[in-house]
């Protein structure tokens, strides 16, 4: 069975960092796009972050500045959201999702098949 389990959320400071982890099962490794998406309090989840199978292609959306990156690491079967200068508007459930399509990119959630739980986020002073 195919699953996802993210962690490293926490409590940050404005201007500090966070790396999170998904550990995904083997098949989701082996071919799927991952991302990673945000979920602020009171709005929709939107991608913050892809990366294709093999991790040499990325995308981010535009309004993360270059704060963040993703990768991914097949042999552990781990993706990672490596999350810098972070901002309270960051603040929010972070998931972890796979994309059976392969397709590079697609950014709608809908276009994602598989979740994890989620991890949560808060930048506060």
């Known amino acids: 069975q195919e699953h996802l389990v993210e962690s490293g959320g926490g409590l940050v400071q404005p201007g500090g960092s966070l790396r999170l982890s998904c550990l995904a099962s083997?098949?989701?490794?082996?071919?799927?796009?991952m991302g990673w998406f945000r979920q602020a309090p009171g709005k929709e989840r939107e991608l913050v972050a892809a990366v294709n199978w093999s991790g040499f292609r990325t995308r981010y959306p535009d309004s993360d500045e270059g704060r963040f990156t993703i990768s991914r690491d097949n042999v552990e079967y781990m993706v990672y959201l490596h999350m810098n200068s972070l901002k309270p508007e960051d603040t929010g459930g972070y998931y972890c999702?796979?994309?059976?399509?392969?397709?590079?990119?697609?950014?709608?959630?809908?276009?994602?098949?598989?979740w994890g739980q989620g991890t949560q986020v808060t930048v506060s002073s």
């Open positions: 083997g098949r989701i490794v082996s071919g799927y796009v």
């Open positions: 999702a796979a994309d059976r399509s392969r397709v590079e990119f697609h950014t709608a959630k809908s276009n994602y098949d598989i």
